[in-house]
């Protein structure tokens, strides 16, 4: 039977998803990309050098896997052809390994002067996005006037589409946002330098993925990219991306049918970080923050950003566990806590009974007087990096997760403890 697998980020992003999917990767054969798009990233190692992805899938560098990015993921073209020259750069080829959906959306220059305009225009309320268009980009699909992948199959309908929407937004951009507009021609010869390379790549892929999983004994790993807590429609709207990051956005972004997840992974940080603004209950603002920062290197992969940070909060990670039906949880960063006497975790949000604030519309929630109950837990005196066993941590770290796994009733299976792939603890098998 295949061992379909759901890999989560259960926070604000930037949980670690990447190193997991690398580690797991061996046993599936095909990865597959189903939201975001290159506001992501993942930093991997080749050659002992880092590259940054944004696109492509985690489990790039394991030569067996083929690469899937289905009809919910937005590519920019420039930065899609961009990374497939930085691996091939590395003599990491993605002939026949790598395919597209004809229904992905494109990332062009109105999406990005748009969303810049936008932040520039929102002054101190600004979302913090991350600047790369992914927001106007999903409008256009929800407004049934984007470009697709397919659109490039047919120069005059392209170049149609493409002179309507370039009115559309040079119109906004210069007389509502004052902004720098974006010339057709730019646009729209790029879009014919790439075109053949995008085309090449084009498959079925729901068909694909469910003719697979009918009739191969391999399995499927879908890579969410950020995090639960960014869903748009789940998340603490409106500081979220523009996609479905929680567990329905793999059936609508992959056509995948239901039957075909076996396990859903969900992957969250000992401490919780976020980038961009909002609400985060448990943020610290003391030399705590630093600590996470300098410790945790918890610096932006795609926009060179220092993370906020905060402790870990139980609120929001069973509400996310729960909605996602995650059935394994994986903790990373757990070594980040080395060196510290003693750590809290937010068990209850003092002032609201039924914990579940993000029900709770934004216009009638003031998160700044959420005031989160903590419990306070030992720190250890050993080092947790590198460590493989889970015999070999110490009493309290134990003791620790122990405590998230009964506070959200599910297996802790996996313990990442730091950035090499070397470094995780296989608690328990996830898939056979
Ligand atoms: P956008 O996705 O660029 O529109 O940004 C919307 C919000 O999501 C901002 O707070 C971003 O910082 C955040 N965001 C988007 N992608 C990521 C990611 O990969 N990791 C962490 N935060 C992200």
């Not at 060179?304 to 394994?328: C, F, K």
Request: hydrophobic content about 35%; proline content about 3%; charged content about 20%.
């Amino acid at each position: 039977m295949n061992k379909n697998l759901v890999v989560l980020g259960m926070q604000w992003g930037d949980e670690g998803k990447g190193k997991v999917i690398d580690c797991l990767s061996k046993k599936f054969h095909y990865i597959v990309r189903y939201q975001g798009g290159h506001n992501a990233g993942h930093t991997l190692l080749v050659n002992d050098q880092k590259i940054v992805l944004h696109l492509i899938p985690s489990g790039v560098l394991h030569k067996h896997t083929k690469l899937f990015l289905g009809n919910g993921v937005v590519i920019s073209p420039i930065d899609f052809i961009k990374e497939i020259d930085i691996l091939s750069s590395y003599n990491i080829s993605l002939e026949n390994r790598l395919f597209i959906s004809r229904n992905c959306f494109l990332v062009l220059g109105y999406h990005i002067n748009m969303d810049l305009a936008r932040e520039k225009k929102l002054g101190k309320y600004l979302i913090g996005t991350t600047g790369r268009g992914i927001g106007p980009t999903y409008e256009d699909k929800v407004a049934r006037r984007g470009i697709t992948v397919g659109d490039l199959f047919n120069e005059d309908l392209l170049s149609q589409k493409l002179k309507n929407n370039i009115d559309y937004y040079n119109f906004q951009l210069n007389h509502y946002y004052n902004y720098s507009t974006v010339k057709f021609d730019d646009i729209f010869l790029n879009l014919i330098k790439y075109k053949d390379i995008l085309l090449s790549k084009v498959k079925d892929i729901p068909y694909l993925l469910n003719y697979y999983n009918d009739t191969e004994p391999k399995n499927i790993l879908f890579e969410g990219a950020q995090g639960a807590l960014l869903d748009l429609d789940h998340g603490t709207f409106p500081y979220v991306t523009s996609s479905n990051t929680t567990i329905g956005g793999v059936f609508t972004g992959s056509g995948v049918n239901l039957n075909s997840i076996n396990c859903v992974l969900g992957i969250f940080k000992a401490y919780c970080t976020r980038v961009g603004s909002g609400p985060f209950p448990t943020e610290l603002t003391d030399e705590l923050n630093s600590y996470f920062v300098d410790k945790g290197k918890e610096i932006g992969s795609t926009t060179g950003r220092r993370r906020r940070t905060g402790w870990l909060d139980l609120v929001l990670l069973s509400r996310m566990v729960s909605l996602n039906s995650v059935s394994s949880l994986c903790l990373t960063k757990i070594d980040v806590f080395d060196g510290l006497s003693e750590f809290k975790v937010c068990i209850g949000y003092q002032n609201y009974d039924d914990l579940n604030v993000l029900s709770m519309s934004s216009s009638v929630l003031d998160w700044n007087s959420i005031r989160p109950v903590y419990k306070v837990f030992s720190g250890w005196k050993t080092s947790l990096l590198g460590i493989t066993k889970f015999s070999d941590l110490p009493t309290e770290a134990k003791y620790y997760i122990h405590y998230i796994e009964n506070f959200v009733g599910v297996p802790i299976n996996i313990i990442s403890t730091g950035p090499d792939r070397s470094s995780i603890i296989m608690v328990r098998d996830i898939i056979n």
